[in-house]
């Protein structure tokens, strides 16, 4: 597995600045966002490191001369809007940028996108389910044909009132995923899994790994930290944020070792990237780069091939 980091963080540091700090920190991948140029429509949103409406060969060429100085990799291009927005401009907009994102990877080499799968949030899952179908058929289509994978984040992305009471993202749990690949299931189209999703929503975070081993594309490290008391008073009905906070890996629930070590026995390689939404870190910039610091000296030890279980380096060897 090669340990890396979601761009996100670091709005304010340009795409070379992004990989200095990987080198410099021992992170071997980045994970890239790629948003439309413009103002964020939340946290964590629209973030560009990689302006895919301005990826030229001059521009393709500096990318892949600055990877190979820094000895960085991308890990996947990351685009997270809601494709299934009820605005019929939005999601046709959305629609059309991840296009241009997947298009951008296969320009550079890469062969993952991640994203979200979005959601009308006013509507139950079987009424968004002929949309669903009508815009991500043709969408895993086209990735297919591009040789991508496709990692679709389980982020409920129900955190705000905008976001009652559905959510912006249906891809939340085992069972929708199970119905998501029946309906479409060329292999191109998986998941970015990320465990800490399922520990708030009272989900086992490991038993899906067996099942979707294979649809697991890329792995987003993110902890969360579950306040029991304040959900026993506000229960599971209120919203999440009034009863967990996102935390670095190592300051929540998650057991990593025991995590990493269910990634493996399942076979899967590719990368973890940390993911930093920990409020106590995100201050000021010198705050984000502890976290990534503190991140990497708590999972680079995991990732290390003597931690690898042993069932998995005999199937190997």
């Known amino acids: 597995m090669q340990l890396g980091f979601v761009s996100a963080i670091l709005p304010d540091q340009s795409f070379e600045q992004v990989l200095v700090l990987a080198a410099t920190q021992g992170y ?22 990689i302006d895919v409406d301005a990826l030229d060969d001059a521009a393709v060429a500096r990318i892949h001369e600055q990877l190979a100085r820094h000895q960085v990799t991308i890990s996947a291009l ?85 976001e009652w009471p559905g959510g912006k993202n249906l891809a939340s749990s085992p069972g929708l995923w199970r119905r998501m690949f029946d309906d479409i299931p060329d292999p191109c189209f998986g998941l970015n899994f990320d465990p800490s999703h399922l520990v708030w929503q009272r989900i086992d975070h490991l038993a ?31 919203a999440p944020l009034a009863y967990h906070q996102p935390v670095l890996p190592g300051r929540g629930d998650i057991d990593w070792p025991r995590f990493i070590s269910a990634l493996a026995a399942v076979g899967y390689d590719g990368p973890v990237c940390v993911e930093v939404e920990d409020r106590e870190f995100e201050a000021d910039l010198a705050g984000r780069h502890d976290a990534l610091r503190r991140a990497h000296g708590f999972l680079a030890p995991l990732l290390d091939a003597e931690h690898v279980p042993a069932s998995r380096a005999a199937r190997h060897s």
């Open 28 to 49: 071997r991948c980045v994970e890239v966002m790629c948003w439309p140029r413009g103002r964020a429509e939340r946290r964590y949103a629209g973030v560009t490191h």
């Open 208 to 238: 899906p790994l067996r099942e979707f081993g294979p649809r697991i594309h890329h792995v987003h490290a993110k902890d969360v930290r579950v306040d029991y008391a304040r959900l026993a008073e506000v229960g599971i009905m209120a």
């Open 78 to 162: 990351g685009y997270y809007p809601n494709p299934l927005s009820p605005d019929a401009d939005e999601s046709r907009t959305c629609v059309a940028h991840l296009r241009k994102v997947m298009h951008a990877a296969k320009r550079l080499g890469i062969d993952r996108v991640n994203t979200f799968i979005g959601r009308d949030w006013r509507a139950s899952v079987d009424d968004n389910w002929p949309r669903f179908l009508e815009v991500w058929r043709p969408l895993v289509a086209e990735a297919s044909a591009l040789g991508l994978r496709l990692g679709i984040e389980n982020c409920p992305m129900l955190f705000t009132a905008d």
